[in-house]
């Protein structure tokens, strides 16, 4: 048997263990350090954020929800789905709120197809959504973080993390591969892509701008938020590239709501920079800012959501709405 076949025959297999293996490293990485934080310091730190500066933090994290949701608004016109404006909104809201929490499957794709298709919508145009809302944030992260990395690539004082010369060239690639997309949008002949039966609405150049930008936005008013609550002790550019690292890192790993993968890795870009109990007590408040409150928005609204439609028509499947592209 060749290397290329073995391998081939290898990967499907490989693609199932080895998220959870990487997932087992970080985690020994995080218990390991963990270990050594002074916790009762970091507690001491939280308490002295001022209320004024958790405020700020708090509204700047609406603004990044609200514009996330706002993804869906691409996907619901790409698809020509037949569903309004606000309970679009509504939808998206509630599931990136437990996607945050719960993980991709969960929020991204469980919640989304349980409400949009509770709407009328059938799978298909879901899946279609998803997938626009997939592609405008990780093109926002590929066009911020790679410009970073490119300009200044945040120094990872952990072992084993790549130098500047690799994040530099990390950082050519991302930049590389959102041109793509964008060239595939603005030169591509065809209006639909076809896989395996699957059909996704191809965005025209000037929507693939808006995907960009708003995914662009979004990760900028995180990284501000974090930067706020860090009180200006370290360079924006440092801590918007410490959270972009931390986001594909906990994407990696499927560790839920990235947890201790964030803290981790906002704590090696930030060493020597910020003391490490200040850094661990604004990526605290960071959480709470942008995971808990979300979720305590979205808990109830969910149990509304799924409690009208039943009301309302008994919880009959109604036929679906969309219109195929």
Same mark, same amino acid.
């Given at each position: ?16 263990? &080895?998220?959870? /293996?990487? *997932?087992?490293?970080? #985690?020994?990485? +995080?218990?390991?350090? %963990? ?5 009762? =310091? ?124 690799? &994040?530099?060239? /990390?950082? *050519?690639?991302?930049? #590389?591969?959102? +041109?793509?997309?964008? %060239? ?5 002949? =065809? ?135």
């Amino acid at each position: 048997m060749t290397p290329g076949r073995a391998l081939k025959r290898l990967w499907p297999q490989a693609r199932r263990w &080895l998220p959870w /293996l990487l *997932a087992a490293v970080v #985690l020994y990485l +995080v218990a390991q350090q %963990a270990r050594e934080v002074e916790w009762a =310091r970091v507690w001491a730190s939280l308490r002295e954020l001022p209320l004024g500066v958790v405020s700020v933090s708090a509204a700047l994290a609406l603004c990044a929800h609200t514009l996330f949701s706002c993804y869906d608004l691409i996907g619901r016109r790409l698809a020509r789905a037949r569903i309004t404006r606000a309970r679009t909104l509504t939808v998206a809201a509630i599931a990136y709120a437990f996607n945050l929490n719960f993980g991709a499957l969960i929020g991204g794709v469980g919640m989304r197809l349980r409400l949009y298709t509770r709407a009328g919508l059938s799978a298909g145009t879901v899946g279609q959504m998803v997938t626009h809302s997939f592609i405008a944030n990780w093109l926002g992260w590929c066009w911020v973080l790679g410009t970073v990395l490119v300009c200044s690539p945040p120094p990872l004082r952990i072992e084993g993390a790549p130098g500047a010369g690799a &994040l530099r060239a /990390l950082g *050519a690639v991302l930049l #590389l591969v959102a +041109v793509g997309y964008h %060239a595939l949008c603005l030169f591509g002949r =065809r209006t639909a892509l076809r896989w395996r039966g699957h059909t996704l609405p191809l965005a025209g150049a000037r929507v693939a701008l808006v995907q960009a930008a708003m995914g662009a936005t979004v990760w900028m008013l995180m990284a501000l938020s974090l930067w706020n609550l860090l009180q200006g002790r370290a360079p924006y550019p440092l801590v918007l590239g410490a959270l972009l690292l931390a986001g594909v890192a906990g994407a990696l790993t499927h560790v839920p709501s990235g947890l201790g993968v964030l803290e981790s890795v906002v704590a090696a870009a930030l060493a020597g920079v910020v003391p490490l109990n200040e850094a661990l007590a604004a990526v605290l408040a960071y959480r709470a800012a942008h995971y808990l409150m979300p979720l305590a928005i979205a808990l109830p609204a969910y149990a509304w959501s799924e409690w009208r439609p039943a009301a309302r028509s008994g919880d009959a499947p109604r036929p679906p709405l969309d219109v195929p592209p």
